[in-house]
Nanobody, 129 residues
Framework: QVQLVESGGGLVQPGESLNLSCTLS????????VGWFRQIPGREREGVSCITVSGDSTLYADSVKDRFTISRDNAKNTVYLHMHSLKIEDTAVYYCATDVRSLGGYGCQDLDAANGDWWGQGTQVTVYS
C-alpha cells in the first residue's frame, strides 16, 4: 500500500522557520518527482515547490522563492520543505504528492496540483502575530 505522510507543521510567528517532512512508503521514492502544495479553506490547492527524480532541479512558486527550500533523501524515502522567514499568508494545510508524470521520466515541469498522484493527509502550518 502506497502512503505519503507529512509532518512538521505547527504554530509559529512571522519570521520564524519550520521544516516539513514527507515520507513515502510502499514504493521507492527514487522513482518519483514530488511536489509540495498548500490549501486554505475556500481556495484552490496551490503549488509551492517540487523536486525532480534526480533532485537536480527544483521549482518554486514566486510567493515562496528565496524563503523555502525543497530537498530529498532517497535513502530515507523522504522529501523535505525547509520554510524560512514565514509570513502570515503562508498559513495553510501543506500537502505533498508524487507527480503522475514521474514514471514517464518527467515530473516537476510545473506546480499544477492536477498532476498530483498519491497524496498525503496534510499538515497544518499556522503563522500568527
Amino acid at each position: 500500500q502506497v502512503q505519503l505522510v507529512e509532518s512538521g507543521g505547527g504554530l509559529v510567528q512571522p519570521g520564524e522557520s519550520l521544516n516539513l517532512s514527507c515520507t513515502l512508503s510502499g514504493v521507492p521514492l527514487e522513482f518519483y518527482a514530488v511536489g509540495w502544495f498548500r490549501q486554505i479553506p475556500g481556495r484552490e490547492r496551490e503549488g509551492v515547490s517540487c523536486i525532480t527524480v534526480s533532485g537536480d532541479s527544483t521549482l518554486y512558486a514566486d510567493s515562496v522563492k528565496d524563503r523555502f527550500t525543497i530537498s530529498r533523501d532517497n535513502a530515507k524515502n523522504t522529501v523535505y520543505l525547509h520554510m524560512h522567514s514565514l509570513k502570515i499568508e503562508d498559513t495553510a494545510v501543506y500537502y505533498c504528492a508524487t507527480d503522475v508524470r514521474s514514471l514517464g521520466g518527467y515530473g516537476c515541469q510545473d506546480l499544477d496540483a492536477a498532476n498530483g498522484d498519491w497524496w498525503g493527509q496534510g499538515t497544518q502550518v499556522t503563522v500568527y502575530s
